[in-house]
């Protein structure tokens, strides 16, 4: 595939690799194979050698969990990225990281190497509920991960937070959500609890083991969270991510406004052009595919106008700021009243959409019921 090089891309690596399978996990992530990881990174450097030149302003490197990697070995990667791509002065560089993965040498080497943005995965600062998910660390190892973060140099901290765990009462809620935001962090990503089949927690919530939150608590959960992380001076740009003025991750903005970007690793998606195309999952698949050129031998999607056009809307909708006519009218040439006029006038009548300016946005009732208000703007 013919690859346009007059665009700045967004990359995304996948480091698949962890200490230990978290107990509600599904992602791509592969416990007790960090032995394959040199093997690993030399394949994701010819995978990316496929698109050696491409201008690039954020970088992700995200996983699975990429501080499992040497310091050396992670540091030759960013090198790698710099060397392919041709990087913005301002490019942001984000690394995924576990807690107890990575010290404050650690963090330095990284500081040193042009990273520039972490997001740690703290997800709760309840001991009892790390536990049960299977996390690695504890509370008091996450707040510690922050500081020596902060003294390698870093300004810019996302911390993830997970909600609607099985037993959590409001009142632990609320104690993580305070101790989160006395770290002070730049930028938080809070997620309820998605549980998975053929996960161990969800079989455990099967059983009847563990009980989780009903739906109201959960609800009751998200909304002192915004609250919360409002009256501590952070935006809510997203349904699920907050910041600080001037710190929205800068990467996750594009894949809500479909900006391009570059997929590497073990099921890595891209989304160049009207192509969108997935990595194969599975380690030993991905190494045979990675030797392939960009698209060739993966599982790939050509998108018509009528999936564009929705995707713009159920992904731009997930933004607080919401989707722009003007910019829906520059990108199809078609009034976004026009191509959807069934659903914008059916959830503005229920009070779940509403127009602020040329912005069609969720509401507050909208965010509760965000993937049914989001299924009706699919086109057939
Ligand atoms: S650290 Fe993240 S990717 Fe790894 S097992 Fe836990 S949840 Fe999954």
Same mark, same amino acid.
């Given at each position: 595939?013919?690859?346009?090089?007059?665009?700045?891309?967004?990359?995304?690596?996948?480091?698949?690799?962890?200490?230990?399978?978290?107990?509600?996990?599904?992602?791509?992530?592969?416990?007790?194979?960090?032995?394959?990881?040199?093997?690993?990174?030399?394949? !994701?450097?010819?995978?990316?050698?496929?698109?050696?030149?491409?201008? &690039?302003?954020?970088?992700?490197?995200?996983?699975?969990?990429?501080?499992?990697?040497?310091?050396?070995?992670?540091?030759?990667?960013?090198?790698?990225?710099?060397?392919?791509?041709?990087?913005?002065?301002?490019?942001?560089?984000?690394?995924?990281?576990?807690?107890?993965?990575?010290?404050? &040498?650690?963090?330095?080497?990284?500081?040193?190497?042009?990273?520039?943005?972490?997001?740690?995965?703290?997800?709760?600062?309840?001991?009892?509920?790390?536990?049960?998910?299977?996390?690695?660390?504890?509370?008091?190892?996450?707040?510690?991960?922050? %500081?020596?973060?902060? @003294?390698?140099?870093?300004? @810019?901290?996302?911390?993830?937070?997970? *909600?609607?765990?099985?037993?959590?009462?409001?009142? /632990?809620?609320?104690?993580?959500?305070?101790?989160?935001?006395?770290?002070?962090?730049?930028?938080?990503?809070?997620? /309820?609890?998605?549980?998975?089949?053929?996960?161990? !927690?969800?079989?455990?919530?099967?059983?009847?083991?563990?009980?989780?939150?009903?739906?109201?608590?959960?609800?009751?959960?998200?909304?002192?969270?915004?609250?919360?992380?409002?009256?501590?001076?952070? %935006?809510?740009?997203?349904? /699920?991510?907050?910041?600080?003025?001037?710190?929205?991750?800068?990467?996750?903005?594009?894949?809500?406004?479909?900006?391009?970007?570059?997929?590497?690793?073990?099921?890595?998606?891209?989304?160049?052009?009207?192509?969108?195309?997935?990595?194969?999952?599975?380690?030993?698949?991905?190494?045979?595919?990675?030797?392939?050129?960009?698209?060739?031998?993966?599982?790939?999607?050509?998108?018509?106008?009528?999936?564009?056009?929705?995707?713009?809307?159920?992904?731009?909708?997930?933004?607080?700021?919401?989707?722009?006519?003007? %910019? *829906?009218?520059?990108?199809?040439?078609?009034?976004?009243?026009?191509?959807?006029?069934?659903?914008?006038?059916?959830?503005?009548?229920? @009070?779940?959409?509403?127009?602020?300016?040329?912005?069609?946005?969720?509401?507050?009732?909208?965010?509760?019921?965000? @993937?049914?208000?989001?299924?009706?703007?699919?086109?057939?």
């Amino acid at each position: 595939m013919k690859i346009d090089q007059t665009k700045v891309y967004g990359i995304y690596v996948h480091i698949p690799f962890c200490l230990q399978k978290c107990a509600y996990c599904d992602f791509t992530s592969y416990p007790g194979e960090l032995s394959r990881a040199d093997y690993y990174l030399e394949t !994701l450097k010819k995978e990316m050698s496929y698109y050696q030149g491409i201008s &690039a302003d954020t970088v992700y490197i995200g996983g699975g969990t990429p501080t499992c990697l040497s310091k050396n070995q992670l540091c030759s990667l960013v090198d790698a990225i710099k060397r392919n791509f041709t990087l913005t002065e301002d490019c942001e560089i984000t690394v995924e990281c576990n807690p107890k993965t990575a010290d404050e &040498a650690y963090f330095s080497a990284l500081f040193l190497q042009g990273v520039n943005r972490l997001s740690i995965g703290t997800q709760s600062f309840c001991d009892k509920e790390l536990s049960m998910l299977g996390r690695v660390h504890n509370a008091e190892e996450a707040k510690q991960c922050v %500081q020596m973060a902060k @003294n390698a140099g870093f300004t @810019n901290i996302n911390l993830d937070l997970m *909600f609607g765990l099985p037993g959590q009462s409001m009142a /632990s809620f609320m104690q993580s959500v305070s101790e989160l935001i006395s770290l002070a962090p730049t930028h938080i990503s809070a997620y /309820s609890l998605i549980l998975e089949e053929d996960t161990p !927690l969800y079989s455990r919530v099967d059983s009847g083991e563990l009980v989780l939150p009903d739906e109201d608590v959960e609800r009751s959960m998200y909304r002192v969270l915004v609250d919360e992380l409002s009256k501590a001076g952070y %935006q809510q740009y997203e349904i /699920s991510n907050f910041s600080l003025p001037g710190f929205e991750s800068r990467h996750n903005n594009k894949y809500w406004e479909r900006a391009p970007y570059i997929g590497l690793g073990a099921a890595a998606h891209s989304h160049i052009g009207m192509l969108r195309f997935a990595n194969p999952d599975e380690l030993d698949r991905y190494i045979k595919t990675a030797k392939l050129p960009p698209a060739e031998g993966r599982e790939t999607e050509f998108l018509t106008e009528k999936d564009a056009m929705s995707e713009f809307m159920f992904l731009g909708l997930r933004k607080m700021r919401g989707v722009s006519q003007k %910019q *829906f009218y520059e990108s199809f040439g078609k009034p976004m009243t026009e191509v959807f006029s069934e659903p914008i006038q059916k959830h503005c009548q229920r @009070n779940l959409l509403e127009w602020k300016d040329d912005h069609l946005c969720l509401t507050n009732r909208g965010i509760d019921v965000s @993937n049914s208000v989001f299924c009706e703007f699919l086109l057939d």
